[in-house]
């Protein structure tokens, strides 16, 4: 079962190649024959070489078809070839006729001029169905299945003149007619039949009424698609009808003539604009990069080569040999930006503009270079991919911490154009920024100038974003490395300015109290020496002294505790705080295990906790309107935890974020040992500060 797919492939590829192999000899054969006979042999004997409807009408439909062989194994891609090789067909037999006059006396010619016969209607028929089925060879509509069958009713041409008229009928293009030569092969009793063939078969109208018809009923009355697939061949064939009815009636025109051979180059152009749009010939979308660009440029240089040749193969002989070759070169290099112009857009349909796409990358790194900061890297992002992609808009949103996109983007470019059309409006594509596991952002992109996008634009998007994502991920990280070096630069300030506070507060402790202390005792010396000297020193005035001295010296332990309590560096950190629950205003609780009542910590450590609890613990008391409060003391993972809770009035909004303060007191020394803290409400009422240390793994 699984061969059998293959099988129907080979197949069709054998047909089709056959098919090339068999009616490009004969093609290029009847071309050959007539070139050399009407534009040598003869060309001295008549005083027109008749080369124009071979070269400008026959040829480029004939190099079309085999065009098409090549890169399509469609029905109507081999309806095309055999059309166009019976055109040459025909036209050679009439070169053939008109070269030897001797023949229509032969016995035989009646029986050779069944291949000119059928030659002609097998282009007519054949052309027909193509035109009435395009782009997919298939029509919608039971009656259009008919009407497709009777279309091939003029192929009978040869047979039935052969033996129902009793004279020669002859091709219409041939130049004259045959009635004046004797058909022996003709039925008597088939005679009748004649006015018959004659209007249904030798003229064609029937068929092309039909053809016609299938045309219009699919153009004007066919699905949206249909009518939208099938509209530009309608309105190219409907043309070249009106001027072939014309060219009937007007034969020695020059304007009319040159039409003829207009539209006959239009109809190919427009089965290429099919191609390209549509996919028509069963050339899809994936295919025509690689089957279609393979030999667009030998159909594109005989389409020009038809347009360069057409004046002067229409003037000729009228028109001498020099201004015609003249002319001839000067339409050659008029129309070679033309030619240009053709393969850019041929190849730009084909693969998206990939030149310039091609760019956008090699540009994009030096535009990702120049970006000092992310905003700017953004907005040279955003440009380069409506650049690249040719869009109306693109814009550029950053993800959070929590993995949702900003709802301001932070890269833009292109404006509004209309409602839903702007950076606002729906994205036409989109494609994350990611590194590794992380989404850094997102890049919306609008609707396509011209035309769609298709798999290059999608493709060159996704090799867009993840070439900027690192960039823009070195860059979100430089700003942060940025924003913590002003972070810190600021912390270390304050911490120069908590220690000239604190500095000067010892100053004024020292000086307003203890310094005044001191001296007033060293007075009171100065009096009792006197009067010790006197005699007139009572005891109590010592015990006075003394007194005096002892409170001097509780005054000195409260201010050395202050600084660094001694039951901090004797006890440990448990023991410090609990210290201070009796002296505390509120009722306090302290709660650790044994295992880190007993642990001690770094100096550097416990020094930190313990100003952290104290620091929390007096804006408890000073703000937050408490009646209770809560020291937590655990061990967790290399971290010392402390938790610093209340049921006070809460901390305001924005507050937990502020820079000064006692807040900003407690992030500096929790930073300055790589700590984290947050501060956020408590459950039900109030505020809890959660700080954690890094101690390292508890030794044994």
Known sequence: MAEAPDRTTTATLDRRWVCLA????????????????????????TDEHGLAWPLLGALPLFVFGMWLLTVSASRIALLIALGATAMLVGSAYETFV?????????PWFPLFNVVGLTADAMATSALLIVFATFPDGVPERRW????????????????????????VVTPMYLGFTGEAFPNPF?????????????????????????????????????TPDVRARTRVMALTVAAAMLVFAAWSF?????????????????????????????????????????????????????????????????????????????????????LLPVRGWMQRRLHRALFGDRE????????????????????????????????GLDASWVRIRLAGADGAFADSPVGVAGAADGPGSGPAGEPALSCDLVRGDERLGRIDVGPRRRGEYGDAERTLLRTVAGQAAASVANVGLTA??????????????????????????????????????????????????????????????????????????TELRELARGIHPPVLSDNGLVAAVESGVARYPIPLDVEADAAVRAERYPEEVETTAYYVVREALANTAKHAHATHASVGLARDDGHLRIAISDDGCGIEPGVAGVSHGGLANIRDRVAALRGTISIAPNRPSGTMVLVELPVGERDG
């Open 480 to 553: 942060q490395l940025a924003e913590q070096l002003d972070e810190l630069t600021a912390s270390r300030e304050r911490l120069v300015a908590a220690q000239d506070d604190e500095r000067r507060r010892l100053e004024r402790d020292l000086h307003d109290g203890i310094q005044q202390d001191i001296v007033a005792q060293i007075a009171g010396l100065r009096l009792a020496r006197n009067r010790l000297e006197r005699g007139e020193l009572a005891p109590d005035e010592l015990a006075e002294l003394q007194d005096h001295a002892r409170e001097t010296l």
């Open 98 to 106: 008109n070269h030897n006059l001797a023949i229509l006396t032969q």
């Open 356 to 387: 310039r796409q091609f760019g956008v990358l090699s540009e994009l790194g030096a535009r990702l270079e120049q970006a000092g900061d992310p905003g700017d890297l953004l907005a040279h992002l955003a440009s380069a991919v409506r650049d």
């Open 22 to 45: 068999t009616l490009g000899p004969i093609g290029l054969a009847s071309l050959a024959y007539i070139v050399v006979v009407r534009g040598f042999v003869d060309a001295g004997v």
């Open 186 to 222: 003709a039925v008597p009793w088939l005679e009748w039949a004649a006015p018959a063939v004659a209007s249904l078969v030798v003229q064609p109208w029937p068929a092309v009424v039909l053809g016609f018809a299938v045309l219009v009923s699919r153009a004007v009355f066919g």
């Open 144 to 167: 259009e299945r008919i009407a497709v069958v009777f279309m091939w009713t003029p192929v009978l041409v040869g047979p039935l003149t052969l033996l129902t008229t009793p004279h």
């Open 250 to 334: 007007l034969p020695d025109l020059p304007v009319v003539e040159v039409a003829v051979y207009a539209s006959m180059i239009a109809i190919p152009v427009a089965a290429i604009h099919g191609i390209l749009r549509y996919g028509a010939f069963d050339i899809g979308p994936g295919e025509r990069g690689a089957r279609v660009e393979r030999s667009s440029n030998l159909l594109i240089t005989v389409v020009y080569a038809a347009g360069v040749a057409t004046p002067a193969v229409l003037l000729v002989p009228p028109l001498q040999a020099v201004p015609a070759i003249l002319l001839t070169t000067l339409l050659a290099v008029a």
